[in-house]
């Protein structure tokens, strides 16, 4: 199994930035790909940013180009998303997702909230 726990939530200012972090309960190496998800009042989850084993592949929703970045550092078993200029629209629980073993494992997820 894999326990991931999310840090780096808050309130925040449109305009402004937050980083989150997702560490892993097992290296990192060995899990195939690991993403941020987010989850808005009323609405879907949606896949915010995913990011390969070796972080060669990346991948982004069209509303977060140019503003989010996913990095992961396997040192530390660390997955990161780096969020820029922050709009309201932003709000929600954001969720980091690993997949391991065939099986997808999720963390309890942060809340960010961005005020305008």
């Known amino acids: 199994q894999v326990q991931l726990v999310e840090s780096g939530g808050g309130l925040v200012q449109a305009g402004g930035s937050l980083r989150l972090s997702c560490t892993a309960s097992?290296?990192?190496?060995?899990?195939?790909?690991m993403g941020w998800y987010r989850q808005a009042p009323g609405k879907q989850r949606e896949m915010v940013a995913s990011?390969?084993?070796?972080?060669?592949?990346?991948n982004y929703a069209d509303s977060v180009k140019g503003r989010f970045t996913i990095s992961r550092d396997n040192a530390k078993n660390t997955v990161y998303l780096q969020m820029n200029s922050l709009k309201p629209e932003d709000t929600a629980v954001y969720y980091c997702k690993a997949r391991w073993n065939f099986m997808d494992y999720w963390g309890q997820g942060t809340q960010v909230t961005v005020s305008s």
């Open positions: 990011i390969s084993t070796g972080g060669g592949e990346i």
């Open positions: 097992r290296s990192t190496f060995s899990i195939n790909g």
